[in-house]
């Protein structure tokens, strides 16, 4: 009898408990839903933004760069989610100016009766030296007539350096005063008279039986009486007229002689 009583009196105490029960299930699975639900529109809505983005980025590829709106524009200020574009910066330029660069090249023209005698003068004229029978004269041949197509051809500073170099290394060769000869006319289409007679006076007492001497002495005087040196261009064209009497040489001598000051 009492253990019915106890059971009776446990049923008594758990029948309140049930509806409670099922009011905390009916609740948990409310908010279960409720849960689900706002994660699917948040699922939803981060959809469409990205859906919108991948739209946005299409647009701006398909936009040439310099059609690119401006960041700050109206447009870009009126949608929030806008990407914003490159900023174009204009900087202000300094007030100084940039620094002078030297940038002119002296040009030297030579004067056109000795650029004519240049080109008129015979690169192959003949010498009386010996030739020295080496083998390379065929190859030094070939140097000087390049060296003197450079001088002819407007590379006058080039046609000098080879004809020097080939006067020094080839003393004994057949071209070796003609060489002189044609570095004294480049030098006087430079303007260098003091170095244009220091090369025919060079080729005067290296090769005094060259057929050069007579048109040497004619320009070393010219040298000479452009540099002032009346006394010594004097003595140069009167020995021309006493050594080759008749000649070119000499009626052109005479002809500087009377220009001469006294």
């Known amino acids: 009898m009492q253990l019915c009583l106890r059971s009776e009196q446990i049923i008594r105490l758990l029948l309140p408990t049930v509806p409670m029960l099922a009011l905390v299930s009916c609740a948990s699975e409310s908010a279960s839903r409720a849960e689900l639900s706002s994660q699917r529109t948040e699922l939803q809505s981060l959809r469409d933004e990205n859906a919108r983005l991948k739209r946005r980025i299409e647009q701006l590829e398909s ?15 009126n949608d929030p989610h806008e990407i914003p574009s490159l900023t174009v910066v204009k900087l202000k330029p300094k007030s100084d100016p940039a620094p002078k ?18 080109l008129e003068s015979p690169s192959d004229a003949p010498s009386r030296n010996q030739e020295t029978g080496k083998a390379s004269d065929a190859a030094l041949e070939a140097e000087f007539a390049a060296a003197v197509a450079a001088l002819k051809t407007g590379n006058v500073s080039g ?8 006067a020094a290394e080839n003393p004994r060769h057949s071209k070796a005063d003609n060489a002189l000869y044609f570095v ?24 005094p039986a060259s057929d050069q001497v007579r048109d040497a002495m004619l320009k070393l005087g010219e040298c000479r009486a452009r540099l002032k040196n009346s006394r010594a261009a004097r003595a140069l064209y009167t020995q021309v007229v006493k050594k080759y009497p008749g000649s070119t040489a000499a009626n052109e001598a005479n002809q500087r002689l009377a220009l001469l000051p006294p």
């Not at 046609?159 to 080939?166: E, N, T, V």
């Open 101 to 118: 660069i030297a940038v002119a090249i002296a040009v030297v023209e030579p004067a056109p009766e000795q650029v004519e005698e240049i």
């Open 159 to 166: 046609g000098i350096a080879r004809l020097q170099r080939f």
């Open 63 to 77: 936009v040439p760069p310099g059609d690119l709106p401006i960041s700050g524009s109206a447009g870009a200020a």
């Open 184 to 207: 004294g006319l480049g030098l006087m289409a430079e303007h260098d008279l003091e170095g244009a007679a220091a090369a025919f006076e060079k080729l005067l007492g290296a090769y």
